[in-house]
């Protein structure tokens, strides 16, 4: 009885210490094909390019391009958006909520709509958007492809030279973009004063 008992532990342990060999050869694995996964392209230009040029309408019908940013006491946020996009409407929502405390001093936000007029002005209306809004349909302007916005919401600074600054996707999260222009203030000095 005895010796049933000593090879059934033993039988018992092999089993056990296989299990442990396994699970951490599947762990490996896991985490061998995390670190093997791509970070998707999520658009937006290089920092240090420059901006491209660009041109779309505002609300009132009056034509822009970069220069009419660039230049100036200010950098600028370009901020990308759909009028159908949900998370567009929580980040101009977050925003708005954010008062002046959005946007660093020195920085002029932008609304960029890659819709029609009429969706992009009942978009404002909707919303009560205080910023200026550029129209720049995405079938018949190049301005979302020229700054590579491959998602919205999505955003493109740069400074009052036309140099980006920062690009990328936007985020819904008040405490997410804090940080963000905290980076933009602490990294780059804003022109508030311009001779």
Not at 104 to 111: E, T
Not at 112 to 138: F, T
Not at 158 to 178: H, L, M, N, P, T
Request: charged share 15%; net charge negative; glycine share 4%.
């Amino acid at each position: 009885m005895e010796t049933v008992l000593i090879v059934s532990s033993v039988l018992l342990w092999l089993i056990v210490l296989c299990n442990i060999l396994l699970t951490l050869a599947l762990i490996r694995r896991v985490n061998a094909n995390n670190a093997n996964q791509q970070v998707p392209d999520v658009g937006g230009l290089a920092q240090k390019s420059e901006a491209p040029d660009f041109h779309a309408e505002t609300l009132t019908g009056q034509s822009v391009d970069l220069a009419t940013y660039t230049h100036s006491a200010q950098s600028t946020l370009l901020l990308f958006i759909s009028t159908h996009c949900d998370p567009c409407h929580k980040v101009l929502t977050m925003l708005k909520e954010m008062g002046p405390g959005a946007f660093p001093p020195g920085v002029r936000p932008v609304v960029v709509s890659g819709d029609e007029h009429e969706p992009s002005e009942a978009l404002v209306e909707e919303l009560q958007l205080p910023w200026p809004v550029l129209i720049a349909p995405r079938a018949t302007n190049s301005f979302f492809t020229d700054y590579n916005i491959s998602a919205t919401p999505s955003y493109c600074f740069f400074d009052a030279e036309g140099k980006v600054q920062s690009s990328g996707i936007a985020s819904i999260q008040r405490e997410v973009w804090k940080a963000l222009i905290n980076s933009w203030t602490t990294r780059t000095p804003i022109l508030s004063e311009r001779r």
